[in-house]
């Protein structure tokens, strides 16, 4: 019994667990030896047992004075409120979904902004030295530049043989047409080289 009360703390929950019949056998003989040889145990007690019988008597009061309802009433009850919202959300019309928020931005914008962005990556990129722009010459062999400067000088000519009138005059005209010719000729050789 020592062990209990030490685990009790105090004689007033010992007291409670005794009425409360939640001692075993031998410790209610025990605590009957107690009560027997002191009286302030005793009335420390019947103040707990007044106490107790006083709750207990309140309690079942209030129990009389609240009508106990039937199981079968309240489950009849409660299944009828269930079918009668049953009915109410089915009778809801259906919610209509919210309109998609407004972007800031009108549609337009958006491809103009993502080529601007794309516009302005390549510009950082080609001003850091990641990309380069500049064409590469490629070296030419010199047959290959005599054949360039022989197909450009007879275009020339044909272009201008092509603006140029037939003579129907004379011999003379004929002769400063085809002066003029070669001069051109010239011009576009020394171009070339």
Excluded at 118 to 147: C, H, K, N, Y
Aim: aromatic share 4%.
């Amino acid at each position: 019994m020592a062990d209990l009360l030490n685990n009790l703390g105090n004689r007033e929950a010992m007291l409670l667990m005794y009425l409360a019949d939640e001692l075993s056998r031998s410790e209610k003989a025990e605590v009957d030896g107690m009560l027997r040889t002191d009286p302030a145990l005793r009335q420390t007690l019947e103040s707990l047992r007044s106490l107790h019988d006083g709750t207990f008597a309140a309690l079942a009061e209030l129990d009389d004075a609240i009508p106990v309802v039937r199981a079968e009433s309240a489950v009849r009850r409660t299944v009828r409120e269930m079918k009668r919202h049953q009915v109410e959300l089915s009778a809801r019309p259906a919610p209509t979904p919210a309109a998609p928020a407004r972007r800031g931005l009108p549609a337009w914008a958006y491809p103009i902004a993502g080529a601007a962005a794309v516009f302005f990556l390549f510009l950082g990129l080609w001003g850091v030295g990641v990309i380069d722009f500049t064409p590469r010459s490629i070296p030419a062999s010199e047959d290959m530049r005599e054949q360039v400067a022989r197909e450009e000088s007879m275009r020339i000519v044909s272009d201008l043989a092509s603006t140029l009138q037939p003579p129907r005059d004379s011999m003379e005209e004929v002769e400063d047409h085809l002066r003029d010719l070669q001069g051109l000729e010239e011009e576009a050789n020394a171009l070339m080289l």
